[in-house]
C-alpha cells in the first residue's frame, strides 16, 4: 500500500474530514464514479434507506471529489470516511483473490442468474468477505455493473485486430494478463488520464459497461464498440471494519437492510441499461459501430481466457484455486435455481 503520508490527494482530504465515530450522525460514502452512474444511483438508494429509517445521515462524494480509486480505499482503511465503492480491478493488489472477478468468460451472462449469484454466493458472503476483514475492511455489499464492452478505434473481430493495440486496463495484473493474451498490449491507467490518452493515440483502446461507455463519452474518442461477452463489471460496497464493528447491532443491521434495499433497486434499474446507453451514444455519433461477435468469433478469445485462467492460479496460488472453484460451484448453484 502506498504511504498514506505521501499521498496528497488523501492527506488533503483527511484534513478536511472529520474522523468519525460509531456514534457519528453523517456517515461518509465515496464513489469511483458520478452521482447520475450505477454507483451514484446505488448510493442514493442506500443514503434514502438509512436516513428514513434512523437518525443517521449519509454525505456522498462522487468520482474525484476525494481523489481516484485507490485514495478512496485508503480513507476507508484509515477510518477518515465509512463507506466507499471499491472495485476488484483496484482492490485486486491488496487482496488477489479478488481479481477471479475479472477472468474472462467465468461470470454468468445471463442477469437473473448473475443476480442471484452476487446475492446468494457464500464465496462472496463468506469466504472473500472474511478476507476483507483482514485488511481492517468490512465486506457490506457486491453487484454487478453491466456487460464490459470494448471501444476501440480500429473495428474488432478477433484477437488479431487487438495486436499492436495499446489497451487501457485498470492496474490489475490479471487485466495485463488478460490483454496480453488477446493480443492486445496492456496499458495500465488511472481513469482520469483516459480520455486524454485516447485523443492523443498514446492508447487505442478501452473497456468499461456501455452506461458508462456513454456517460463519460469515450464514443467521442473511439469509433468502434465491441460485445465479446467476456465479462460483467463488478463493484464492491466497503466499510472501515473498526467504525462497522464498534456499531450498536441495530444500526449493522440497518446498514445490511439498506444494503439489501439498494441490491434490490440496483438490479431493477439495469434493465435496459445497456440498450439505453447505446440508443443514446448512436443518436450523438450515429457512425459509430456496434458490433456483437458471434460464438464462432467468441471462440479464440475463450481459448485464450483459459491461459488467463492458468495465470490467475499461478499468481494468487492454493487460495485463489479454492476461490475459482467455489465461485463457480455457486454459480451453477444460481444457474440451477433460476433455471437459466
Known amino acids: 500500500m502506498r504511504n498514506f503520508a505521501q499521498t496528497s490527494v488523501a492527506a488533503l482530504a483527511v484534513g478536511m474530514l472529520a474522523f468519525s465515530t460509531a456514534q457519528a450522525a453523517e456517515w461518509k ?4 464514479e458520478a452521482i447520475h452512474e450505477v454507483q451514484g444511483v446505488y448510493a442514493t438508494q442506500f443514503k434514502d434507506y438509512i436516513e428514513a429509517n434512523s437518525d443517521h445521515t449519509i454525505a456522498i462524494f462522487p468520482f474525484g471529489t476525494l481523489g481516484e480509486s485507490a485514495d478512496v480505499t485508503e480513507l476507508v482503511q484509515f ?8 472495485s476488484p480491478g483496484f482492490m485486486g493488489s491488496l487482496i488477489p483473490e479478488l481479481q477471479v472477478f475479472l477472468l474472462p468468460y467465468v461470470l454468468p ?6 443476480a442471484d449469484f452476487f446475492a446468494t454466493s457464500p464465496t462472496i458472503n463468506e469466504t472473500l468477505a472474511a478476507m476483507y476483514e483482514e485488511q481492517m475492511l468490512t465486506l457490506i455489499d457486491m453487484y454487478p455493473e453491466g456487460e464490459v464492452v470494448m471501444t476501440t478505434k480500429a473495428p474488432v473481430s478477433g484477437p488479431a485486430d487487438l495486436s499492436g493495440v495499446n489497451f487501457r486496463v485498470m492496474t490489475s495484473p490479471l487485466l ?25 493515440n498514446m492508447i ?4 468499461n459497461p456501455m452506461f458508462f461507455v456513454e456517460s463519460t463519452k469515450m464514443y467521442e474518442v473511439t469509433d468502434h464498440i465491441t460485445y465479446a461477452g467476456h465479462n460483467n463489471f463488478t463493484t464492491a460496497v466497503i466499510a472501515n471494519g473498526n467504525f462497522f464493528n464498534g456499531l450498536a447491532e441495530e444500526d449493522q443491521a440497518l446498514i445490511r437492510a439498506a444494503a439489501d434495499a439498494a441490491y434490490e433497486h440496483i438490479i431493477g434499474y439495469q434493465q435496459g441499461l445497456t440498450q439505453e446507453a447505446e440508443a443514446l451514444i ?20 475463450r481459448e485464450a481466457a483459459e491461459r488467463v485462467r492458468e495465470a490467475f492460479i499461478e499468481m494468487v496460488g492454493e487460495s ?21
Not at 29 to 32: I, M, N, T, V
Not at 204 to 207: K, L, P, S
Open 109 to 114: 451472462e445471463d442477469p437473473d442468474v448473475l
Open 204 to 207: 487505442q483502446g478501452q473497456e
Open 176 to 200: 495485463v494478463e488478460t490483454y496480453n493474451a488477446f493480443g492486445a498490449t496492456p496499458t495500465p491507467l488511472p481513469w482520469g488520464e483516459v480520455y486524454g490518452a485516447l485523443q492523443l
Open 320 to 340: 485463489g484455486a479454492e476461490v475459482l472453484e467455489g465461485f463457480e460451484a455457486d454459480i451453477e448453484a444460481s444457474r440451477d435455481r433460476v433455471g437459466g
Open 79 to 86: 477510518g477518515a470516511i465509512e463507506f466507499a465503492n471499491a
Open 282 to 301: 448512436l443518436e450523438a455519433k450515429p457512425e459509430m459501430t456496434v458490433t456483437v461477435l458471434s460464438d464462432e468469433e467468441r471462440a479464440p478469445f
Open 29 to 32: 460514502y465515496a464513489l469511483e
